[in-house]
């Protein structure tokens, strides 16, 4: 955990207070970006005893960004490139041979990743039921890693984690849990037991769109250096803009997350009511499969929500062409809201054909009802 980490501030002020550098006189507020690859040397000095490299020693706009992360989830933070990097680096506990478990429903990417691990590995690959509390517990005994997404994208099932992460300390597995649609506001999966958590910095943390960043946070020191070693021979290093454009988000993340989380629950329960909307997937929601347990281990339901509509794809397609304020665009968790079709993207062709994952942004939650409902109608007129 970062030294400076201070357990009983709340979060609204450790993402403003954190990883700002040292407190002198004459320094800036906040860490600049340092547009850096190499640096001086000391006389006699070598490389790894210093900052000499900016692939393999992190910049400071990096640890900036590292110090705010460890201290939201209770750990130390590595960055990467991407969030797909961050995973790929919790992965690589897969030894030849070994095993690996993901939930049924998650990320594409992810999936994608296990299955292309599990192939050049040849490891065996198990895709298990987010509510099958049973067997990622079983799983924890006997398998190499053991990936939870909670709440998953984008059909948002919750997992048992405080069940999961408290089994035997003396399992076999890594456990790693995917907390990018949770963030660190609403749940801190390393304080429940598990051993990794990874957030693709590109979603919430960064909160604007305009960046590709990933980070796993762990407590156990062999843990944080085996993720800071695959970073640096896998080339995962993150760039000195995209740490310095995170860092600068993640100031206004718990502003953000709370406007963006009461849109998102209004937003559900109205779209739960309106008549061409066969389901909606919200743990909020007093209908959804995972709402008591979602009410008793998150702080909040989130700011993603799902929904199908009465029809077909086409309908889906023409109720996306429409709209005007929220924006027909993949990723989440930015101040503006966007929707897509999932059915549509490579690899998720298994859902249902007229499945719409709104992320639920920053602007007036009467103008964003007012729009779904015109598309709506528009739709299925």
Same mark, same amino acid.
């Given at each position: 955990m ?8 709340h ?12 407190a ?11 547009l850096?690859?190499?640096?001086r ?11 000499? &490299?900016?692939?393999?020693?992190? +910049? ?28 790929a680096?919790a ?15 998650c &990320? ?5 990743? #296990?299955?292309?691990?599990a ?28 990936l939870?997404?909670?709440p998953?994208?984008?059909? !948002?099932r919750?997992?048992?984690?405080? #069940? ?36 693709? =910095?590109?979603? =919430? ?16 020191p ?15 290093v ?6 310095? !454009? ?29 008549p061409?909307? +066969?389901?909606?997937? &919200?743990?909020?929601? =007093? ?17 993603? !929500? ?10 889906a ?9 929220i ?15 999932? =059915? ?6 298994? !859902?249902?054909p +007229?499945?719409?994952?709104? #992320? ?9 009802w ?12």
């Amino acid at each position: 955990m970062d030294p400076d980490a201070t357990t009983s501030e709340h979060p609204a002020t450790t993402a403003i207070q954190s990883g700002r550098g040292a407190a002198l006189p004459g320094r800036p507020l906040s860490v600049a970006p340092g547009l850096a690859s190499s640096f001086r040397l000391g006389n006699g000095e070598v490389p790894g005893e210093a900052r000499s &490299y900016a692939r393999g020693d992190a +910049t400071e706009g990096c640890e900036a960004l590292e110090s705010v992360i460890g201290q939201l989830e209770g750990g130390t933070a590595v960055a990467f490139a991407s969030g797909m990097a961050a995973i790929a680096a919790a992965m690589d506990h897969v030894r030849p041979g070994g095993r690996l478990v993901v939930p049924d429903t998650c &990320y594409q990417g992810t999936s994608a990743l #296990a299955e292309h691990v599990a192939r050049t590995r040849g490891a065996q690959l198990t895709h298990l039921e987010p509510s099958d509390t049973a067997g990622w517990l079983a799983a924890l005994r006997t398998d190499d890693v053991v990936l939870l997404e909670s709440p998953t994208n984008p059909l !948002l099932r919750v997992a048992d984690l405080p #069940a999961i992460c408290a089994a035997d300390p003396t399992r076999r597995a890594v456990l790693v849990v995917d907390s990018t649609l949770a963030t660190p506001l609403n749940q801190q999966p390393l304080g429940l037991g598990a051993d990794v958590v990874v957030h693709s =910095a590109t979603k =919430a943390i960064g909160g604007h769109a305009d960046l590709v960043l990933g980070v796993a946070v762990a407590r156990q020191p062999e843990l944080i250096g085996a993720l800071r070693t695959h970073r640096t021979l896998h080339g995962a290093v993150p760039g000195a803009m995209e740490t310095f !454009l995170a860092t600068r988000g993640v100031r206004t993340l718990p502003l953000r997350h709370e406007r963006a989380q009461a849109n998102a629950s209004t937003l559900a329960a109205r779209l739960e009511q309106h008549p061409v909307v +066969t389901v909606v997937h &919200y743990p909020g929601l =007093a209908s959804h499969p995972d709402h008591a347990l979602a009410d008793a281990s998150l702080a909040g339901f989130g700011s993603v !929500l799902s929904f199908e509509l009465d029809g077909d794809a086409a309908t889906a397609d023409r109720f996306c062409a429409t709209l005007r304020r929220i924006v027909h665009a993949t990723s989440l968790g930015g101040v503006e809201s966007t929707l897509e079709r999932r =059915a549509a993207v490579p690899g998720q062709e298994h !859902l249902p054909p +007229t499945l719409l994952r709104l #992320a639920v942004g920053c602007e007036h939650v009467e103008d964003l009802w007012a729009d779904l409902t015109s598309a709506l109608a528009a739709a299925t007129a």
